[in-house]
Nanobody, 121 residues
Framework: QVQLVESGGGLVQAGGSLRLSCAFA????????MGWFRQAPGKDRESAAG????????YYADSVKGRFTISRDNAKNTVYLQMNTLQPEDTAVYYC??????????????WGQGTQVTVSS
Protein backbone atom coordinates (compact mmCIF):
# COMPACT_ATOMS: atom_id res chain seq x y z
CA GLN A 1 0.00 0.00 0.00
CA VAL A 2 1.25 3.48 -0.87
CA GLN A 3 1.64 6.04 1.89
CA LEU A 4 1.95 9.74 1.15
CA VAL A 5 2.85 12.34 3.75
CA GLU A 6 2.83 16.05 2.88
CA SER A 7 4.68 18.77 4.74
CA GLY A 8 5.61 22.40 4.29
CA GLY A 9 2.25 24.13 4.42
CA GLY A 10 1.63 27.21 6.50
CA LEU A 11 0.68 30.86 6.56
CA VAL A 12 2.40 33.27 4.19
CA GLN A 13 1.78 36.81 3.02
CA ALA A 14 0.76 37.54 -0.55
CA GLY A 15 3.80 37.55 -2.80
CA GLY A 16 5.62 35.06 -0.61
CA SER A 17 6.79 31.52 -1.25
CA LEU A 18 6.36 28.07 0.19
CA ARG A 19 7.78 24.67 -0.68
CA LEU A 20 5.64 21.61 -0.16
CA SER A 21 7.15 18.16 0.13
CA CYS A 22 5.53 14.75 -0.16
CA ALA A 23 7.26 11.64 1.10
CA PHE A 24 6.27 8.42 -0.69
CA ALA A 25 6.50 4.94 0.81
CA UNK A 26 5.23 1.45 0.17
CA UNK A 27 6.03 0.92 -3.51
CA UNK A 28 8.71 1.79 -6.05
CA UNK A 29 8.44 5.56 -6.28
CA UNK A 30 9.96 5.86 -9.73
CA UNK A 31 7.13 3.85 -11.29
CA UNK A 32 4.44 6.32 -10.21
CA UNK A 33 3.42 9.56 -11.84
CA MET A 34 2.73 12.15 -9.17
CA GLY A 35 0.55 15.17 -8.77
CA TRP A 36 -0.44 18.03 -6.50
CA PHE A 37 -4.09 18.92 -6.11
CA ARG A 38 -5.80 21.55 -4.02
CA GLN A 39 -9.19 22.24 -2.51
CA ALA A 40 -10.25 25.72 -1.44
CA PRO A 41 -13.09 26.23 1.03
CA GLY A 42 -16.44 25.67 -0.62
CA LYS A 43 -14.88 24.55 -3.90
CA ASP A 44 -14.19 21.24 -5.62
CA ARG A 45 -10.73 19.75 -5.55
CA GLU A 46 -8.69 20.75 -8.60
CA SER A 47 -5.42 19.72 -10.09
CA ALA A 48 -2.47 22.06 -9.70
CA ALA A 49 0.57 20.28 -11.14
CA GLY A 50 1.74 16.86 -12.27
CA UNK A 51 4.99 15.13 -13.07
CA UNK A 52 5.90 11.99 -14.98
CA UNK A 53 7.69 9.02 -13.45
CA UNK A 54 11.12 10.21 -14.54
CA UNK A 55 10.45 13.89 -14.03
CA UNK A 56 10.96 14.54 -17.71
CA UNK A 57 7.46 15.90 -18.21
CA UNK A 58 5.55 18.34 -16.06
CA TYR A 59 2.05 19.76 -16.26
CA TYR A 60 0.46 22.83 -14.71
CA ALA A 61 -2.98 24.29 -14.32
CA ASP A 62 -3.27 27.68 -15.99
CA SER A 63 -3.87 29.29 -12.61
CA VAL A 64 -0.42 28.30 -11.31
CA LYS A 65 1.65 28.22 -14.48
CA GLY A 66 4.74 30.38 -14.18
CA ARG A 67 4.47 30.57 -10.38
CA PHE A 68 4.58 26.93 -9.24
CA THR A 69 7.21 24.32 -10.03
CA ILE A 70 6.78 20.59 -9.46
CA SER A 71 9.83 18.38 -9.16
CA ARG A 72 10.79 14.98 -7.83
CA ASP A 73 13.82 13.24 -6.41
CA ASN A 74 13.52 9.54 -7.12
CA ALA A 75 16.51 8.79 -4.88
CA LYS A 76 14.67 10.36 -1.94
CA ASN A 77 11.16 9.12 -2.82
CA THR A 78 9.92 12.69 -2.61
CA VAL A 79 7.96 15.06 -4.79
CA TYR A 80 8.02 18.82 -4.28
CA LEU A 81 5.90 21.81 -5.14
CA GLN A 82 7.69 25.14 -5.10
CA MET A 83 5.11 27.90 -4.91
CA ASN A 84 6.17 31.46 -5.62
CA THR A 85 4.28 34.74 -5.85
CA LEU A 86 1.48 33.27 -3.78
CA GLN A 87 -1.89 34.99 -3.85
CA PRO A 88 -4.88 34.78 -1.49
CA GLU A 89 -6.70 32.68 -4.10
CA ASP A 90 -4.03 30.01 -3.65
CA THR A 91 -5.37 29.40 -0.15
CA ALA A 92 -6.40 25.75 -0.01
CA VAL A 93 -5.61 22.34 1.37
CA TYR A 94 -2.94 20.88 -0.88
CA TYR A 95 -2.91 17.15 -1.51
CA CYS A 96 -0.16 14.97 -2.88
CA UNK A 97 -1.35 12.09 -5.05
CA UNK A 98 0.17 9.09 -6.79
CA UNK A 99 -1.06 7.13 -9.77
CA UNK A 100 -0.58 3.41 -10.31
CA UNK A 101 2.06 2.51 -12.90
CA UNK A 102 0.70 3.25 -16.35
CA UNK A 103 -1.99 5.65 -15.15
CA UNK A 104 -1.99 9.37 -15.86
CA UNK A 105 -0.91 11.72 -13.12
CA UNK A 106 -4.32 13.40 -13.10
CA UNK A 107 -6.14 10.13 -12.37
CA UNK A 108 -4.54 9.28 -9.03
CA UNK A 109 -5.11 6.19 -6.96
CA UNK A 110 -3.50 7.24 -3.70
CA TRP A 111 -3.85 10.44 -1.69
CA GLY A 112 -2.03 12.10 1.16
CA GLN A 113 -3.80 13.64 4.11
CA GLY A 114 -3.31 17.19 2.87
CA THR A 115 -1.48 20.25 4.13
CA GLN A 116 -3.03 23.68 4.64
CA VAL A 117 -1.68 26.67 2.75
CA THR A 118 -3.06 30.05 3.76
CA VAL A 119 -2.09 33.24 1.94
CA SER A 120 -2.95 36.50 3.63
CA SER A 121 -3.52 39.72 1.71
Amino acid sequence: QVQLVESGGGLVQAGGSLRLSCAFAGRTFSTHAMGWFRQAPGKDRESAAGISRTGGSTYYADSVKGRFTISRDNAKNTVYLQMNTLQPEDTAVYYCAASRPGNRWDAPDYWGQGTQVTVSS
